[in-house]
């Protein structure tokens, strides 16, 4: 004796193929999905995940560069150079107004 008929086993031939035609269905619409998506962020113009690394590390080491300058100017207060004065910026004001005070005519006081 036959254990399956005929008409049984064509049907599970078909739901075999057609889960098998679903699988294929189901990665082509994520494939087109998928497409779609990079698409969509390509025309957005964001950075890429190597960009984002590269940039990220050039960012750290400016940073501590930055670090490593204020430490170097500011870091021993001993090491410090004060700083020179500025004495020839106070005479030329001094003579501006020395300058402006001579200009002014004495004349209408004693008239």
């Given amino acids: 004796m036959q254990s399956k008929s005929r008409p049984l086993d064509d049907i599970s031939n078909f739901l075999t193929n057609a889960a098998g035609a679903l699988k294929g269905v189901g990665d082509e ?5 998928r ?5 969509f962020i390509a025309d957005m113009d964001l950075v890429s995940r190597d960009e984002h690394e ?3 590390a050039r960012l750290e080491k400016a940073l501590a560069e930055i670090e490593a300058l204020k430490k170097g100017t500011t870091g021993n207060p ?5 700083a020179p004065k500025k004495t020839t910026a106070k005479k030329a004001t001094s003579q501006k107004t020395t300058a402006k005070r001579s200009t002014t ?5 004693s008239s």
Wanted: glycine residues 0%; positive net charge.
């Fill in 105 to 109: 005519p004495k004349s209408k006081k």
């Fill in 54 to 56: 590269v940039l990220k």
């Fill in 29 to 33: 619409v994520k494939a087109m999905s």
């Fill in 78 to 82: 001993a090491t410090k150079k004060p």
């Fill in 35 to 39: 497409s779609q998506a990079e698409k």
